[in-house]
């Protein structure tokens, strides 16, 4: 099993994030942030892992440090659960619609950290959550799983559909991008031998 557990506790957040990418979508997210519990509860559905997530953050000031920091524990946990990266077919890409809102994504697991992040969220928010979270998040994600992501919003003019989408699109990628690739008969997939 792929699977991993990471405890990260600062003077703004305590986390406790557990993810397994072989097991069906279970989840049990409390973040305490609702639409940030509902973006993680559906990247575990789309993508098929199992991911629970435990945390308390300064929420009374914000949703800035919890947000940034579960995206820093869930990157650390896929690098972790993935090793060596050995048999993964590396790249994954989706295409999303919801309604109007249509958003691509893109990922190579290459151990190098880049995000190009191309959204334009119409609103500020999306009931309490900042939307410009939600590149907060993927940044943070990129740079601790060591991911190259590329996010492009195509069409869209609901912020909450942007950002579902997103995320939505984050899961599907992932999904591709760290299954098995029978013909890789177990190798890395690069010509270097190593990600």
Not at 101 to 122: E, F, H, K, M, N
Request: with cysteine.
């Amino acid at each position: 099993m792929r699977e991993a557990t990471i405890e990260r506790k600062t003077a703004e957040t305590d986390i406790k994030l557990y993810l397994n990418i072989d097991a069906p979508g279970d989840s049990e997210i409390d973040t305490g942030c609702g639409f940030l519990d509902h973006m993680l509860t559906l990247l575990a559905k789309h993508s098929g892992f199992s991911l629970k997530v435990k945390c308390k953050g300064d929420v009374l000031v914000d949703y800035h440090h919890t947000v940034e920091d579960i995206g820093i524990c869930l990157g650390l946990a896929l690098k972790e659960a993935l090793g060596d990266m050995a048999g993964i077919t590396r790249y994954g890409w989706a295409v999303i619609p919801m309604d109007e809102a249509l958003v691509l994504t893109s990922i190579d697991i290459s151990g190098r950290a880049y995000l190009a992040c191309q959204l334009d969220i119409p609103t500020q928010k999306v009931g309490d959550f900042d939307t410009e979270l939600c590149e907060e998040f993927m940044a943070a994600l990129s740079r601790s799983a060591g991911l190259t992501l590329h996010i492009r919003q195509l069409d869209g003019r609901n912020s909450h559909h942007i950002i579902e989408c997103t995320f939505k699109c984050l899961a599907k990628s992932l999904k591709t991008a760290v299954s098995i690739d029978p013909k890789s008969m177990g190798a890395v997939p690069s010509t270097k031998g190593v990600i």
